[in-house]
């Protein structure tokens, strides 16, 4: 059934110039993900606007706004995958400070195990089972670097959470202005994504959609 939901904007990262938009409902802190259809697609910008009595302008994480949803369409990757009625503009209902994150933070025991990636041939078979694919979660020893990978500029960060120590990419479009302000953090904020199956390996990679400092 369509329903209007009021969200807190955690995650709107930018891939292939599309967005990944997620966030927690304001009233009851469940993860949603706006795809645009049932295969997980991602959102254009003309999908990512908010109505200001200013006029309608680009969403920004820390949003609290309206978005209508026609139903949910979960994934074995992305259980929290909603169909966003991409017709409609969102409505924005103030927004969410960062000193407040700290009421909308995740508790995992570790970030669906260590390393950087999970085989998504052993999700269709049901060794991996994933129940939440986002995590927002309070880090230590948070790193920014730059890697040149055939010739692209990747963007990675290092940090600790529960004693393990991760090496993610990161596409947080605020990256680049973090690190060049500091590229070490003591503490920090991040949203962590379960993405797509890769086309060259076959495996979902955790990716750092936001970052919080």
């Not at 995590?135 to 960060?157: P, S």
């Amino acid at each position: 059934m369509p329903y209007n939901a009021e969200l807190v904007i955690l995650a709107n990262s930018v891939k292939f110039g599309k967005h990944c938009v997620a966030g927690k409902l304001v009233n009851t802190h469940q993860w949603i993900r706006l795809v645009s259809n049932e295969r997980g697609a991602e959102l254009d910008n003309s999908q990512v606007r908010v109505a200001t009595p200013r006029g309608n302008f680009p969403v920004f994480t820390l949003e609290q706004v309206y978005v209508n949803i026609l139903q949910s369409v979960p994934l074995i990757n992305q259980p929290e995958n909603c169909l966003l009625d991409i017709h409609t503009v969102w409505q924005r209902n103030g927004r969410l400070y960062t000193n407040n994150l700290g009421n909308y933070l995740d508790n995992p025991l570790h970030l669906w195990g260590e390393g950087d990636r999970l085989s998504y041939s052993q999700m269709q078979n049901g060794q991996i089972v994933i129940q939440n694919s986002l995590f927002l979660v309070q880090v230590r020893n948070l790193a920014l670097f730059t890697r040149d990978f055939q010739g692209k500029v990747r963007r990675r960060a290092t940090f600790q959470y529960n004693n393990i120590v991760y090496d993610l990419s990161v596409t947080d479009p605020k990256f680049d202005n973090l690190m060049n302000t500091n590229n070490n953090y003591q503490t920090a904020v991040l949203c962590i994504s379960l993405g797509e199956p890769a086309p060259f390996d076959n495996n979902c990679y955790k990716i750092i959609a936001s970052i919080f400092v």
